[in-house]
């Protein structure tokens, strides 16, 4: 069990370079087992849910190398379709390789996935767009068995646009031979870098980025060499974290066309945001400015994934703010944390307001889940004293090394 012990109220100054993406490299990782060829994916995050992918195509018959952020797949001998409980239950993404399996063996074995506590998170749209698309699927208690008997040129409208869902299907049908139109699809940019993948690989796809997906029949996929896109939320993390700290930091790597609405949220609260050739510079003085009300909206709107970094930096805004969440029915278990250190939080699962207070102050604190564990961070950088943030597995999951380079822009973390 690791913590973090983390002296606050110093300024961010400096440079930190931004890891690749985990949400864009768990598909890709999936992706590799629609041939038989090589793959070879650099910036590869280094953090324990792609261990746990690597270690799902190795027990698949995967051929795996890591070499620091370069990952080498070899899905020649595939000689499994199970995906074992313990592996499925480590991380939410594991759904992915359901898609991915089924596109390549035509039979796939599954739990239902783990993943963090953010509410209820049901595979229902992964389930019935698959059984559109051909797949026959039974479900025994965590059970799903799952057999591709036909390939069926179908169009699907997904009722939300469902990340997941919107990947499964991509991963599922771009190797057979069907024409699939996935209308009210995900847009983020992590699903444009899975389209940017599975094409080098031989697949027809276009129209991710945008609510119609359109999937081609294509030949069969070959080999491909592949740079995984910057992560948007661990460039949220840190640009909010200089926001609640103040000082000056440059994201290198970040790429601002992906963060817009989380800048512009930025700018709001105060803080500057400068775009430079290579990435982003980030500059607050200052306490953050209160937000009248602020809405998490699946992609382009202000992620679900950023809402705990915004109102961590909230608590020591000059004024009261509203945080609506409404992509998951419990992401707000972080602010019980957050209270223990000083925060004037009240609200539902819904919506939040937060009085802004002049510090806070340091405390014992427990993470709770990968980014609500991260804004805990945040806050303890701009508190008054000393906080222990526990339970650091779960910002492992998604943050390579966040006190190497929290501890970069000057702030003082030390990992026991
Ligand atoms: N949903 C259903 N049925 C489904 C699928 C989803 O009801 O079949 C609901 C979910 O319960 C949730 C909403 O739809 O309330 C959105 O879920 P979505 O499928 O879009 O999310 P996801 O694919 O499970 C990905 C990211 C999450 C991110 C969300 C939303 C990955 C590996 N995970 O999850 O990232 O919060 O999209 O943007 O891409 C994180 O990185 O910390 C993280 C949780």
């Given at each position: 069990m690791c913590e973090l012990v983390i002296s606050g109220r110093r300024c961010l100054c400096g440079e930190v370079d931004i890891q690749g993406s985990k949400n864009a490299a768990l598909p890709i990782l999936a992706a590799?087992?629609?041939?038989d060829k090589e793959c070879v994916i650099h910036n590869?995050?280094?953090i324990t849910d792609v261990e746990a992918a690597v270690e799902i195509l190795r027990g698949l018959g995967a051929r795996v190398s890591v070499d620091e952020n370069t990952v080498c797949v070899c899905a020649?001998?595939?000689?499994?379709n199970v995906i074992p409980k313990n592996l499925m239950e480590r991380?939410?993404?594991?759904?992915?390789f359901l898609g991915a399996v089924l596109g390549r063996a035509g039979e796939a074995i599954i739990c239902r996935p783990g993943g963090c506590r953010l509410g209820d998170r049901p595979i229902d749209m992964h389930i019935n767009s698959l059984r559109r698309l051909g797949a026959k699927i039974e479900e025994a208690g965590d059970c799903i068995v799952c057999h591709l008997t036909e390939t069926r040129s179908e169009n699907i409208t997904l009722l939300y646009p469902s990340v997941g869902a919107t990947e499964n299907i991509m991963l599922m049908c771009a190797a057979s031979g069907s024409s699939v139109r996935i209308f009210n699809a995900a847009r983020e940019p992590e699903i444009v870098d899975l389209q940017n993948f599975l094409n080098l690989m031989g697949a027809r796809i276009c129209?991710?980025?945008?609510?119609c997906i359109i999937i081609r029949p294509a030949g069969k996929f070959g080999g491909a060499e592949y740079t995984v896109m910057p992560d948007r939320i661990v460039a949220s993390t840190y640009s909010y974290a200089v926001s609640a700290c103040g000082g000056e930091a440059y994201l290198r790597g970040a790429e601002i066309e992906h963060m817009k609405l989380v800048f512009e949220v930025l700018k709001q609260v105060g803080t500057e945001v400068i775009k430079e050739d290579e990435g982003v510079r980030i500059a607050a003085f200052g306490r953050p400015k209160s937000l009248n009300m602020i809405k998490t909206l699946p992609?382009?709107?202000?992620p679900t994934d950023v809402q705990p970094f915004l109102s961590a930096a909230l608590t020591i805004a000059d004024g009261e703010s509203r945080v609506c969440e409404t992509?998951?029915?419990?992401?707000?278990?972080y602010t019980e944390d957050l209270k223990k250190m000083g925060a004037v939080i009240d609200g539902d699962n819904h919506t939040i307001e937060i009085k802004g207070v002049p510090a806070l102050h340091g405390a014992n604190v427990e993470a709770k889940d990968l980014r609500g564990g991260a804004a805990l961070v945040i806050a303890a950088a701009a508190a008054e004293g000393i906080t222990v943030v526990s339970n650091v597995e779960y910002i492992n999951r998604g943050y390579e090394n966040i006190e190497r380079d929290l501890t970069r822009l000057g702030a003082d973390i030390l990992r026991i």
């Amino acid at each position: 069990m690791c913590e973090l012990v983390i002296s606050g109220r110093r300024c961010l100054c400096g440079e930190v370079d931004i890891q690749g993406s985990k949400n864009a490299a768990l598909p890709i990782l999936a992706a590799t087992l629609l041939t038989d060829k090589e793959c070879v994916i650099h910036n590869c995050p280094r953090i324990t849910d792609v261990e746990a992918a690597v270690e799902i195509l190795r027990g698949l018959g995967a051929r795996v190398s890591v070499d620091e952020n370069t990952v080498c797949v070899c899905a020649a001998n595939i000689d499994s379709n199970v995906i074992p409980k313990n592996l499925m239950e480590r991380m939410r993404s594991s759904v992915m390789f359901l898609g991915a399996v089924l596109g390549r063996a035509g039979e796939a074995i599954i739990c239902r996935p783990g993943g963090c506590r953010l509410g209820d998170r049901p595979i229902d749209m992964h389930i019935n767009s698959l059984r559109r698309l051909g797949a026959k699927i039974e479900e025994a208690g965590d059970c799903i068995v799952c057999h591709l008997t036909e390939t069926r040129s179908e169009n699907i409208t997904l009722l939300y646009p469902s990340v997941g869902a919107t990947e499964n299907i991509m991963l599922m049908c771009a190797a057979s031979g069907s024409s699939v139109r996935i209308f009210n699809a995900a847009r983020e940019p992590e699903i444009v870098d899975l389209q940017n993948f599975l094409n080098l690989m031989g697949a027809r796809i276009c129209g991710a980025g945008t609510d119609c997906i359109i999937i081609r029949p294509a030949g069969k996929f070959g080999g491909a060499e592949y740079t995984v896109m910057p992560d948007r939320i661990v460039a949220s993390t840190y640009s909010y974290a200089v926001s609640a700290c103040g000082g000056e930091a440059y994201l290198r790597g970040a790429e601002i066309e992906h963060m817009k609405l989380v800048f512009e949220v930025l700018k709001q609260v105060g803080t500057e945001v400068i775009k430079e050739d290579e990435g982003v510079r980030i500059a607050a003085f200052g306490r953050p400015k209160s937000l009248n009300m602020i809405k998490t909206l699946p992609y382009p709107g202000f992620p679900t994934d950023v809402q705990p970094f915004l109102s961590a930096a909230l608590t020591i805004a000059d004024g009261e703010s509203r945080v609506c969440e409404t992509i998951f029915n419990s992401r707000f278990g972080y602010t019980e944390d957050l209270k223990k250190m000083g925060a004037v939080i009240d609200g539902d699962n819904h919506t939040i307001e937060i009085k802004g207070v002049p510090a806070l102050h340091g405390a014992n604190v427990e993470a709770k889940d990968l980014r609500g564990g991260a804004a805990l961070v945040i806050a303890a950088a701009a508190a008054e004293g000393i906080t222990v943030v526990s339970n650091v597995e779960y910002i492992n999951r998604g943050y390579e090394n966040i006190e190497r380079d929290l501890t970069r822009l000057g702030a003082d973390i030390l990992r026991i």
